[in-house]
């Protein structure tokens, strides 16, 4: 599903370069589950941006579902984002004047679908992660774990075929971290690739594959008995 060969990633300040990612190189099979681990600063987000087309890296390449990267255009890149891709982010991404089944919508209508074809989708995703009771609900009148389910449930909303999961329980407590990685796993079963930035290394055992990045490099990628 994704080849990732020789990935180096620099961001410059003034005068200042630093190199985050030095010459990374591994591959997701579909339908994995791989979670990416790091102390902070060791690029595993940085990493994840990359191979998920939300940021360019300096050198190196990225194939994703056979197609390259480097040969796609701005525009390319944003269709394939919408129709191939979920983003699960630790900061939930909501829009707060917007409830929660327009907060999921609101891609599906993006990509041309239809209202009523993209509100179907968009309740089924919801019923799906246990809020169906909790479509008209802004934001700010869900408790963190629910607003990380809606932000999820926008993810999956239209069958993508890559989800990323940039430290999707790092803002939530226990009980609602242990529904997210349940439903994780349910997703992982049913097919899903996944690809979770986590630094929890208990959620990080749920995992098929464990990567482990420091200084912009891999470490060591751990095989689990899951």
Known sequence: MIQVT????????GETETKVLKGIDFRVENGQFIAIMGRSGAGKSTLLYQMSLL???TSGEIIIDSQHAHAMTGDQK?????????????DYA???????IENVVLPLLMQKIDKKTAYAKAQEALEKIKLGHRLKNIPSQLSGGEQQRVSIARAIANHPKILFADEPTANLDNESSKIVMEFFLQLHKE????????HEEQ????AQ??????????ISITENKV
């Open 94 to 100: 909501l829009l707060p004047e917007l409830t929660a």
């Open 78 to 90: 944003t269709k394939f984002r919408l129709v191939n891709c979920g983003y699960v982010f630790q």
């Open 55 to 57: 940021d360019e890296p």
């Open 203 to 206: 959620y990080a055992k749920l």
């Open 209 to 218: 594959k464990i990567v482990k990045i420091d200084d912009g490099k891999i």
């Open 6 to 13: 020789n990935l180096i990633k620099t961001f410059k300040d």
């Open 191 to 198: 097919g899903q690739t996944i690809i979770m930035v986590t």
